[in-house]
């Protein structure tokens, strides 16, 4: 797992504890976790190697992607 992976993980699992303020960082029920993604820098090869091994799961794609640990 890369740097990037890892802070894909923990923010993900951030986003879904509620620690981030939903009016300045990340709103859960109306962002993507596309921007999570772009955030942390790391790209959709190494997105899939992190849902092939099991560590994150993409539960949704509409209305935005939505990503659990």
Known sequence: I???G???LQAVYSAHQG???PELEYDITRDSMRRLQEYVGIDDAELDEL???GLVRRDCRYPHILYTV
């Open 2 to 4: 890369t740097d990037a």
């Open 6 to 8: 890892l802070r894909f």
């Open 19 to 21: 620690q981030y303020d």
């Open 51 to 53: 849902r092939e091994a």
